[in-house]
């Protein structure tokens, strides 16, 4: 099996990733039957929440495998690791969409309004929106279970997984801390520009650039048998783009196409998200601009009038100029990393690769 470095996350390797995940899924819905037919609903919940997406954790975790070793033959026991890591990603999707009180994923709504819907449905007691966020959390945790279950079953050999275990256990304890650094971020209220911009940068580096690309590509690498200096200036790259990574996420998250983000645009101002993006508009407006969007910052209920309105002044202000600026810095900064690295050149190409559809992705 062999997948080209220029298309890193092409047809073929999106089929292999898929693949992977439907044996252990399949796996897992013959262990929950157990419960006969109770627990059907989790799992389809669970398995709709992996059998998509962009697969760019696992991608990064392939290819920096390859970047270290080579092409792994056979391709199946890393894939298995690369794989579980979407299991994670789901898993913090489905608690971040809790958290923010989320009404759609990828298009479709989220898992606690899926399961409120059902509760709905069913004329069951109780509180509807109760039931969805616990039922919810229970499939978030199930996926979290399940990540960490599929890579230990892997094949890849012991001493492999003994190096890539530390960056495994990491990535999942980073991605809870991110998350609570957000909700806090969230709640914090106003505080002068230059410390909400180091506030966010906090934010992105635990929530979103280690669990999306430093962890990743360094769990690779450790299965990969890479020397430790190799992983430590991986982990640099993975911090600069991921970095790169979450602020064209901030962007989307304002002016996206919900046709292609799957997502209401404006859904991060509703929610209240103080992403770098708007920490430069608060240094960069007008006092009285930006005191206004502090007003509006995490109104549920924001009207389109008052979205449009945010957008100009964002646009205006000069904060997404400034932000498109510095998702080019930040992948610059990445590239600069890995062409100074001594790895494969398949590695090469396809970091390369993966570093542009960072930046240049729309959804």
Known sequence: MSFDPADPLGRAFQAAVKAQIETFMAAQRDLLAETGDRLDLVWRQAHRLVSGGKRMRPGFCYWGYVAAAGPPDPADPVLTVAASLDLLHASALVHDDVI???DTRRGRPSAHRFFAQA?????WRGSPDAFGSGAAIIVGDLLLAGSMAMAERSEVGSNR????????DAARCEVAAGQ???LVHQVQGPAPADQQ????TLVMEFKTSKYTVARPVQIGAALGLAHRSTLAALGRFGSHLGHAYQMRDDLLGVFGDPAVTGK??????RE?????????????AEPSQAAWLEDILGQPDLAPEDLKRARRLLRDCGA???TERAVEAEAARALRYVSQLDVSPAGLTALTALTHAVVEREA
């Open 119 to 123: 509760h709905r449905k069913r004329a």
């Open 264 to 269: 209401p645009a404006g859904d991060d101002l």
């Open 100 to 102: 923010d009180g989320s």
């Open 197 to 200: 911009i180091s506030d966010a």
């Open 161 to 168: 997984l003994k190096r890539a275990r530390p960056y495994l």
């Open 320 to 322: 997404v100029s400034r």
């Open 180 to 182: 609570y650094l957000d």
């Open 272 to 284: 209240g998200k103080r992403t770098v993006l708007v920490a430069y508009a608060m240094g960069l």
